[in-house]
């Protein structure tokens, strides 16, 4: 699966952090389409080599107890 994202193209601390967090740009999408003061940016998420069929990172179920 991917992440996307947007932010501001002034916001280079920003653009920076997802550069290094492994974020590429792609094209403007949605009601940021037609906006050039928008990067919009992308990150393939994978699942680790060993992680089992039916496996889910993350939870919104709270623990018992």
């Known amino acids: 699966g ?15 952090f997802y550069a290094r967090h492994g974020y590429r740009p792609i094209a403007n999408f949605g009601r940021y389409a037609s906006r050039p003061e928008a990067v919009c940016l992308a ?11 039916g496996f889910k990172a993350w939870t919104t179920q709270r623990p018992a107890g």
């Open 43 to 53: 990150k393939t998420l994978t699942l680790p080599a060993d992680a089992r069929p």
């Open 2 to 16: 991917q992440v996307w994202l947007e932010t501001r193209r002034v916001n280079l601390r920003a653009v920076a």
